[in-house]
């Protein structure tokens, strides 16, 4: 019997309360086709208790048909709302839940399957805790074919520094803590599109992010409110929704699908993030001097609901989330790690790893520029480290001998024109250490590293 098929039973085997809440289910959609969304209103109805399910909210965030909002109506418990002009997921899902009548609301996406008993579940764990926030186990619905396909239930949400979603396996460590496969599995992140939430407790948070455009990033913001101001993050696997994962998004971006996403999760940064914010924009930096929008009420929120700090959460949430430590031990053990957290000085700042440069002001004393980590979203993505060349001549010599050079990632790298603007910059500031650079490279790539052949100016050639 395998472990799926084990859990199965197990969740068969399980009895809920009698008296759970019933919930409002609100559905956003923009120019998502009529038969796709028939499908998802259907499966709420027909695999849900008739009691639990208190109404259908539908938001048409300004399809090009308006009947799709009309003729979905008619359907039972469906309201339909259609925006005036497009507001995107964010303020659409908003709308939604200021006019639910229900006590708990049920986000979904507009192309999902919810499979059968999805929902009681969910609804214990509010009705046991109503600061839980919780979402089911998300299967595949093939894109080509519909056809379900169940997924792995010993997964939990994770991201890294350049706020980039990520599926993670349950380690070793906590699989052999769980006893029971049905027991819920704390989540860092939640995938955002698929959750339960108390209304009240999501009125008291402060809903979403209204300033955020059309999709992208608001999980991250949700996620982090939920942990640092007293809630927390489960997945539930017994309880499951298929969803169809396209490989692009079927609309229009009016400022561009990376220039959203940037804004969104820059907002989420400036706000949640405190000092480590620096890590993400050393992961993103075309986010630098990206207009963002006012952040002072989301500021004022988080004041106002006494937050824990970010650093709390990297402690308390993920510790698991690390980043490579790049010149702590330079060149002699360059694949080793630390924790994501910089240790904290007596004053209460954050110490960050940092390389000295030659004072150009006159003082004998040095001037130091903080290194940043690098994105594990990807893997080589190198950032380029400015110094003068004439600080690291000691450490020369035994980076001749013990650098190498993991060359598949030069492969990667090679071509990617976005690096040629990094190449200018620091050329205007100052040499780049290539020794430094191919060693991040091979810290990064984390396989089994080759000699570097040739000359060691062949690291250009990624440009």
């Known amino acids: 019997m395998t472990f799926s098929s084990f859990s199965l039973l197990r969740c068969m085997t399980l009895h809920y309360r009698p008296d759970l809440p019933p919930t409002s289910v609100i559905i956003t959609f923009h120019n998502e086709a009529r038969s796709t969304l028939l499908r998802t209103i259907r499966s709420v109805l027909n695999r849900t208790p008739v009691h639990l399910v208190h109404e259908i909210i539908l938001v048409d965030d300004f399809s090009d048909d308006p009947d799709d909002c009309r003729l979905l109506g008619k359907l ?46 969910l609804l214990q764990r509010i009705k046991e805790d109503p600061t839980r926030v919780v979402s089911p186990v998300i299967d595949i619905i093939n894109l ?71 999709w992208g990033g608001e999980n991250f913001e949700i996620s982090f409110r939920v942990w640092m101001c007293g809630g927390s993050l489960e997945i539930i696997p017994c309880s499951r929704v298929g969803h169809v994962f396209r490989k692009k998004h079927p609309y229009v971006f009016p400022e561009g699908n990376a220039n959203t996403y940037i804004k969104n999760t820059k907002r989420t940064a400036e706000v949640w993030m405190d000092e480590f914010k620096q890590y993400y924009y050393a992961a993103r930096p075309a986010a630098q001097g990206r207009p963002y929008g006012n952040v002072q009420s989301r500021v004022d929120l988080r004041k106002r609901l006494k937050c824990h700090s970010f650093k709390w959460y990297l402690e308390n949430v993920y510790p698991e989330l690390r980043y490579r430590s790049m010149i702590s031990v330079w060149f002699l053990a360059p694949s ?17 790893t940092q390389l000295p440069m030659a004072s150009t002001s006159g003082s004998s004393s040095p ?9 594990s979203s990807s893997l080589c993505d190198p950032l380029i480290l400015l110094v003068q060349p004439w600080t690291l001549i000691p450490h020369f010599l035994p980076a001749l001998w013990s650098f190498p050079l993991a060359s598949s990632c030069l492969r990667e790298l090679r071509g990617r024109n976005r690096h040629k603007d990094l190449l200018v910059q620091a050329s205007q500031k100052g040499m780049m250490n290539v020794l430094l650079f191919l060693n991040i490279v091979r810290s990064q790539c984390d396989i089994v590293p080759r000699l570097l052949r040739g000359s060691l100016l062949q690291g250009f050639q990624c440009w």
């Open 367 to 375: 001037r130091y520029i903080p290194v940043p980590p690098l994105s």
């Open 336 to 352: 080793a790690s630390q924790p994501l957290h910089p240790s904290t000085t007596q004053s209460g700042h954050p110490e960050i």
């Open 144 to 214: 080509d074919t519909f056809a379900y396909v169940a997924a792995s239930s010993d997964l939990r949400g994770g991201f890294d520094w350049s706020l980039h979603f990520r599926w993670e396996q349950l380690s070793p460590e906590q699989k052999a803590k769980r006893l029971d496969p049905t027991e819920p599995i704390k989540t860092p992140i939640i995938a955002g599109g698929l959750f339960v939430i108390d209304k009240a407790w999501f009125n008291h948070l402060g809903k979403y992010d209204s300033a955020m455009d059309i």
């Open 76 to 121: 039972p418990k469906v309201k339909c709302l259609r925006n005036g002009q497009r507001e995107g997921l964010i303020r659409s899902r908003i709308r939604g839940a200021d006019v639910a009548q229900a006590g708990v609301l049920t986000f979904l996406d507009s192309h999902c399957e919810v499979n059968k008993d999805w929902l009681l579940p």
